[in-house]
């Protein structure tokens, strides 16, 4: 189970990015994939989730600006996100719950056991 997740960077706030999350070694679309992020000085958190029946979650820091999206045929899950704000300054990463265990990270009533690596977002003027 590998995953990578790509696409952060500096941007001014009201700014756009993408991040994506590409997988191998299993397919994206049999298990619940996330995206959390964390802050300097600050706790992982979750930001929002694709379940393998394609239901979406999204923190109330995210709804309405962030959207999640997988492309079954790239294996690929990605984090859309509009209206970039400093506080979304943070390093993202993704994770699915395949194979977690109960002391994995939980969010949403799920555990997350395999992370990708993170990608830095700074969001700044």
């Known amino acids: 189970v590998q995953l990578q997740a790509c696409g952060g960077g500096l941007v001014q706030p009201g700014e756009s990015l993408r991040l994506s999350c590409a997988a191998s070694?299993?397919?994206?679309?049999?298990?619940?994939i996330g995206w959390f992020r964390q802050a300097p000085g600050k706790e992982r958190e979750g930001v929002s989730l694709i379940s393998s029946s394609d239901g979406t979650w999204y923190a109330d820091s995210a709804k309405g600006r962030f959207v999640i999206a997988r492309d079954n045929a790239k294996n690929t899950v990605y984090l859309q996100m509009y209206r970039l704000k400093p506080e979304d300054t943070a390093v993202y990463y993704c994770?699915?719950?395949?194979?977690?265990?109960?002391?994995?990270?939980?969010?949403?009533?799920?555990?997350?056991?395999?992370w990708g690596q993170g990608t830095q977002v700074t969001v700044s003027s």
């Open positions: 070694g299993f397919s994206l679309r049999d298990y619940d």
């Open positions: 994770a699915t719950d395949k194979g977690a265990h109960t002391s994995d990270f939980e969010w949403l009533g799920r555990h997350f056991g395999s």
